[in-house]
């Protein structure tokens, strides 16, 4: 009886799994070689790129914005500007323009042929910067399946805030917590890059601050073949 005994004494008892790899720390390759540097952040931050031509914002509630008229009152203050943040085809700003007008032959013509639909996106509300408001994010339809990414806070003055704007070849965009997730070709076959943008407290703005580049499995092209990712947001 005793070794039986012995043997149920053992249930649910650690067992050994075996020899386990020796761990191994990186190993820095030509430790002896001045390397580049990075410059430090400004602590100052970025300042403000608050939007003018709108009404102010209460409450900081961005939800009341138009976000047609805001993309209208941006390119009133940076009109045929071809390149930058504030950059964009002449034909897409003129079909901004016409966004809202009536339905004629004068809003298709300042449009132009084909651009019968408004570029500016159904926007999207999330609290991205964790001060407990919702940031407005408005998406902009480019040719070429370019897109422009735009997102703005308010702040307790009622001022608008534009606190991200990049133009990608975009695949896709996507909320994960407080990130844009944007999914654009890599420029390798077969492979697409990743990119987070967060919010930034030091410099008050939108950076992106992890990309990945991953491998797009063969088979029709969409984000179920592209494995799982954040679960969609309803605007």
Known sequence: MLPLLAGCGDTGGLVGAGAT????????????????????????????????????????????????????????????????????PPGTAAAI???????????????????????????????????????????????????????????PDGRLNRIMATTETVISVELAGRDVVLRVPSGNRGYELITAWSWDEKQLTMLPTREQIVRVPSGPQGPASRGPGPAPVRP
């Open 21 to 88: 790899p020796t761990a191994s720390g990186p190993v820095h390759l030509w430790p002896d070689r001045a390397g580049a540097s990075v410059p430090p952040a400004d602590p100052g931050g970025a300042p403000p790129e608050y939007v003018k031509g709108i009404p102010p914002v209460r409450d900081q509630d961005v939800h009341g914005v138009d976000p047609v008229a805001l993309v209208q009152a941006e390119l009133r203050a940076h009109p045929d500007t071809d390149v930058g943040a504030d950059g964009m």
């Open 97 to 155: 323009r016409a966004c809202g007008k009536d339905e004629g032959e004068d809003a298709e013509a300042e449009a132009g042929a084909g651009a019968a639909v408004c570029p500016v996106l159904t926007p999207y509300y999330r609290d991205l910067t964790g001060n407990g408001k919702d940031e407005l994010i408005v998406g902009i339809e480019f040719p070429d399946k370019m897109m422009s990414v735009r997102v703005y806070t308010a702040d």
